[in-house]
């Protein structure tokens, strides 16, 4: 099945709101669920590939931990494995830089994976200490993005 195939069916998903899609043909099988980590592809000869849903991406509780001692200071980490991007074009400034303040639900940089920009967005109102990755460095799950002492 052609790359370009799913990712129209998984537009097409985030858009009318269907949640989980089975197709199998031949030694083929493609399966989509539109939750944070669900969509995969299995095949006889293809290895399976993970792929976020197209919604924003908000890290959990979970993903926020203390960088230090210091209660104030919270690490936003990555909540997927992908490309982090700090800015929406190579051409545009970065959403934020250290020193900025930032809101709760404010666009924090983008996480690409399989194609699909997944911003990562901002889970308290703070001020940017330290900016842990460069821009188009890959990133793994839970990996640190930035430091935030909360306000």
């Given at each position: 099945m052609d790359h370009d195939i799913i990712m129209a069916m998984m537009d097409k998903m985030a858009q009318t709101g269907i949640t989980k899609l089975s197709y199998k043909k031949g030694d083929m099988e493609l399966k989509i669920e539109n939750q944070s980590f669900a969509p995969t592809l299995t095949s006889a000869q293809i290895p399976v590939?993970?792929?976020?849903a197209a919604a924003p991406v908000v890290p959990s509780e979970t993903a926020l931990q203390p960088?230090?001692?210091?209660?104030?200071v919270k690490e936003m980490t990555?909540?997927?494995?992908?490309?982090?991007y700090s800015s929406p074009s190579p051409e545009m400034a970065a959403y934020v830089k250290v020193g900025d303040t930032v809101k709760k639900g404010q666009v924090l940089g983008i996480v690409e994976a399989m194609?699909?920009?997944n911003e990562i967005e901002s889970e308290f109102d703070g001020e940017i200490t330290e900016i842990l990755v460069e821009n188009e460095q890959t990133v793994e799950y839970g990996q640190p993005l930035f430091l935030i002492k909360v306000q």
């Open positions: 590939a993970e792929v976020s960088a230090s001692k210091d209660d104030s990555s909540p997927l494995i992908g490309t982090f194609k699909l920009m």
